[in-house]
C-alpha cells in the first residue's frame, strides 16, 4: 500500500512468520500458510494485507476491514468479521510494530560522502557511513560507524556522535557527546548556547554556557526541536528517550530513560525528569523543578512546582489530575447555574 | 515607500485603474485620472500614496491621514478627512490586497541553476525553474515548471512539486505529492517520520511510518513549521489552506480547503479538520478528533473532542465560546466577591 | 571543568584579579592572591574552582561545597562552609558572567571564506569575516567588520548586518537591517513573509509584505525562531533584546529595548512592547496590543489586552497577577468544599 516512490516493501511472509516474529497468537482456524503482501490500515486494506487495532475508537472499522488479517487484542476479537484470520497479542501496537518493521526494514546504510561535503581533515569518520551533499562536520569531530548524515547538515567541531546515528538535512549538532543509534531529525538544533544572561537595565550581560549536550543511546529528536546545552553542568537526555517536533529543552535539563516529550513541549532550565516521565503536548515546566519517575503531564499543563513519582497532573498551575477535573467540573456547574437563576 | 533594497515598485496607477482592479466603487467627487505611486500604511501615507482602513481600531488613523486615496469600507466612509478619495468596497482588505499585488507583483521566475546545486540526474527538472545554491533534489523527484527553490533546500527522492511551488531557504521535503503554486517558507520541515512508537518498559520501539504528505494546490506553510508524514494513511493539507510559522501538523491528520492554521498550534496525529477551519494561535488538539466545517477555535484553546460544524470553541478543555466566557466571568465575580468579603 | 574538546580557558586569574573585574568585595580573611584556574558548579568545584550561588534553592550545595571561592549576595555570606573565600556582590549572578567571561573569552573571528560559500559578487563585506562553508549571501548586501556567518546559513538580497554579527548554522535573513554585535542562532528565520491575507469562500488571497525586519545592537535570537518582516511597516526589535528559542514574532511587531521573550512566546502582529517588557514562556500575544513598560508576563498567559507598564500579568485572559492568583484560590477552595460536601 505505501507509495513506491519512497518505501520498499520487503516480504512476502506467511501468517506463520508474522505471529512468530511479533510473538502474537493465531486464532483458531487461522492458515498458518497464508501468504501477505503487506500492512495497510483497517479501512483501506484487502485479502493480502494484515492490519492491526489498537484504539478501540476504531472498532467499527475492525468491524467492516476486508483485511486478510488484523492484529488485535485478545478481548476485542470477537469484534472483527467472520472469517478474518486473527494475530491475538495484549500488545497490539508493539506487534504491529514489529510486523511493519519486517515488512519495511530500515534500508542499510551504503558508504558514500558527497563530493562537496565539507569534512575538516581531523574529524574521524567510521566505517560505511553516507554523508550527504552540503555537509559540514567540524574538527576533531568523531563519527561512528554506519552513521547517515543527510544533506546540508552541520556537526561542530568536536562533537561525538556514536554508531548508527542518523542527522537529518539542515539539522545542526554543536557541544555535544551522542551515543549509539540517535536519530536527530531535520533541522533540529542541538548544543547552542542556553537562554544565559544576568539582566541589568544598562543591558543584559551574556553567561558564557559552558555545558554540553549529553545524548544516550536509542534516543529519538523530532524535527526543529532546540535542546540548549548546559550552561556549566551538562543538558542531559537519558536513553531511550522520545522526543517530538518543536520541543524546547533549556540548559541544564536532564531527562532519565525513556522519557517521552510531545511536540511543542517546553522544559526550562536545570528541571529534571525521572526515568519514563511523559509530558503532553504543548505542556511547559518552569525551572529547576523535579519531575519524579514516571509522572504523567496532560497536554498544554503549567508545572510551576515538583512532581511525585507516578502522579499524573493537569492544569496551570498543574495539579493533581483528579483534583484539576473536580475544578474544571465545579467550574462549569457554577456557570450553569448561574445562567439558569 | 517600501525600502528599495528589498522591493521594486511596479506603477504608476491612475485612480481609475485601482479601482477597477480591486472592483471598488470611487467616492463622489474622486479624479479617475489622478496619479499613484505606492501603498502606504494611513500614519506615513502622503498624497502620492493608496492606503486602506480595515481594522476599526485605527479609525483614528485614518482621520487623521495624509494619504491621497484610501480604501474603505462604505459604513465608515464618513470618517476620513475631507477631500480624501476613497475607494469604496465591501472587504477593503480583499480590495488592499489587489491593489498592494499591482504595485508589487511576484517577481517572475528566471531560469537558473546554481553550479554547486546537486540535483540527481533521474529526477525532472520542469521549465524556467530557479534552483539557488546548495539545493539538494533527489533521485526520482518531480519539479513543475517555474518554481523557485531556494538556498540549500533539500528535497528528498521521489517528491513531487506542481508547478509554480515555492521551496524557501533550508526548508526540507521528504515524502511528499505537492499540488501546483505552493509555498513553503524557509526551515518548514515536510514528510519526515511521525511521533509512532510503540511504548514499552524495555524500550519505545519505532513504527514504521509508510504514508506521505499529500498537499494541494495554493497553500502556504510558514516558516519552520513541521509536518509529519502519514503512518500508513496519508496526512493530507486540503487546497488553499494558510499555515502560519511553528505549526506542528502531526502524522495522518487532514485539513480540508482554506483551513487558516495561526502560528504555533498543534495538531495531533489523525485530526481531521472540514474545510474552512480557523484555528487560532498555540491552540492544541489532542489526536483522533473531527473539527467541522467552518468551525473555529480560539487561540491558546485545547480541544480534546469534536467541534460540530461551524462552532467557535474556546478555553481547556474547549467549549462552546460563550460557556467558556461565562465561566471566566462566574469566576471572575466569585473571586471578586471573595476579596470583598 | 569546562570539556576541552569545545571550550579553551584562559587564566589562571588570582582572586584579587577576579574581584577587580567583576567589582566585587572580597570577605573577610580572603587571600587575594590566591590562583583560581577556572568556575565551576557548587556541586563540582574543587579547590582550584570559583563558584556561585545566585538561586537560594541552592543554599544547600553553597553549604557543602569544596569550591576555593564563591561568588554571594552579602546576606547569605554566612551561609558557606567555614573558610571558603567570598567574592560579595549584589548582583551575584552578573559578577558570575564577568568572570566566567573571562575564564572563557569568545573567540576572536578569524578572516576565512569558505572556498564553496557562495558570495554574489554585489555583496560588500566588512575586514575579518569568518564565512563559514555552503554560505549563501545575495547581492548588494553589506556585512560589517568581525562578523561570523556559520556553515549552510543564507542571507538575501540587500541585507545589512552590523560589525560583530553572528549568523548561526541554517540560519536565513532575508529583508533585514541588523545592527552591531547581534547573534542570531542556528536555524533562526528572519524576514520571510508575514502572514497576511485577505480571507474568503474562493481562496485566501495573500497580501504583499512590503516592511522589513529592523534589529537594533546587541540583540540575541534563539534557535528556530521566526520574525516575521512587516506588511508595510517594519518589525521592529529593539537594541539589547534577548529573545529564546521557538519564537513566533508576527508582522510589525515593535519591541522596545531590552526586553526578553522566553522560549516559545507567540506575538501577533502589530503589538507593540515599552522597553523592558518580559514575557514568560509560551505566553501568547493577541494583534494591536500594547504592553507597557517594564510589563511582565507569566508563562503561558494569554494577553488578549493592553498592559499599563510595571504590571505583572498571569492567566487567560491574561489579568493583573495578584487577581489571578485568587481566582485560582477560590476555584481551589470550591472544588475541595464540593468534594467534602
Known amino acids: 500500500m505505501a507509495d513506491a516512490r519512497f518505501f520498499q516493501v520487503a516480504g512476502p511472509f ?8 511479533c510473538g502474537a497468537e493465531m486464532s483458531a482456524g487461522a492458515d498458518s500458510t497464508q501468504m501477505f503482501a503487506d500492512v495497510a490500515a483497517l479501512e483501506t486494506a484487502g485479502p493480502q494485507h494484515i492490519s492491526f487495532l489498537d484504539n478501540r475508537k476504531y472498532l467499527s ?65 567510521g566505517a560505511n557511513c553516507w554523508i550527504g551533499p552540503g555537509v559540514v562536520i567540524g574538527a576533531r569531530a568523531e ?62 550581560l551574556k553567561v558564557p554556557q559552558l555545558g554540553r549536550v549529553v545524548i544516550g543511546n536509542n534516543v529519538e529528536i523530532g524535527a526543529n526541536t532546540t535542546i540548549d546545552r548546559g550552561s556549566g553542568p551538562d543538558t542531559v537526555i537519558g536513553d531511550g528517550c522520545w522526543i517530538d517536533n518543536l520541543v524546547q529543552i533549556g540548559h541544564n535539563v536532564q531527562l ?19 526515568d519514563f516521565v511523559a509530558a503532553g503536548g504543548q505542556a511547559g515546566f518552569a525551572g529547576h523543578l523535579k519531575i519524579g519517575m514516571g509522572a504523567k503531564v496532560m497536554a498544554q499543563s503549567g508545572v510551576i512546582s515538583d512532581i511525585p513519582p507516578g502522579q499524573t497532573y493537569g492544569g496551570y498551575p498543574a495539579i493533581p489530575r483528579m483534583e484539576w477535573l473536580r475544578q474544571s467540573a465545579t467550574l462549569s456547574k457554577l456557570a450553569r447555574d448561574k445562567k439558569q437563576r
Chains 1, 2, 3 share one sequence.
Open 14 to 21: 506467511t501468517l506463520g512468520q508474522l505471529a512468530g516474529l
Open 61 to 125: 472499522a475492525f468491524a467492516a476491514t476486508k483485511a486478510g488479517a488484523v492484529i488485535v487484542h485478545p478481548d476485542v476479537a470477537d469484534r472483527g468479521p467472520a472469517g478474518v484470520a486473527l494475530l491475538l497479542s495484549k500488545d497490539p501496537y508493539r506487534a504491529y510494530a514489529m510486523v511493519a518493521q519486517a515488512f519495511y526494514p530500515q534500508p542499510a546504510v551504503t558508504e558514500w560522502r558527497a563530493p562537496n561535503a565539507c569534512i575538516d581533515p581531523s574529524a574521524v569518520i
Open 143 to 204: 563519527i561512528g560507524d554506519n552513521c547517515r548524515i543527510e544533506a546540508n547538515a552541520v556537526i561542530g567541531d568536536g562533537v561525538v556522535l556514536g554508531a548508527g546515528g542518523k542527522i537529518g538535512a539542515n539539522a545542526s549538532v554543536y557541544c555535544a557527546v551522542i551515543g549509539k543509534n540517535v536519530s536527530i531529525y531535520p533541522g533540529a538544533r542541538i548544543g547552542q548556547d542556553g537562554f544565559g544572561f544576568a539582566m541589568g537595565a544598562q543591558g543584559h
Open 256 to 274: 532519565g530513560r525513556g522519557c517521552v516529550v510531545v511536540a511543542q513541549v517546553g522544559i526550562s532550565g536545570s528541571t529534571q525528569f525521572g
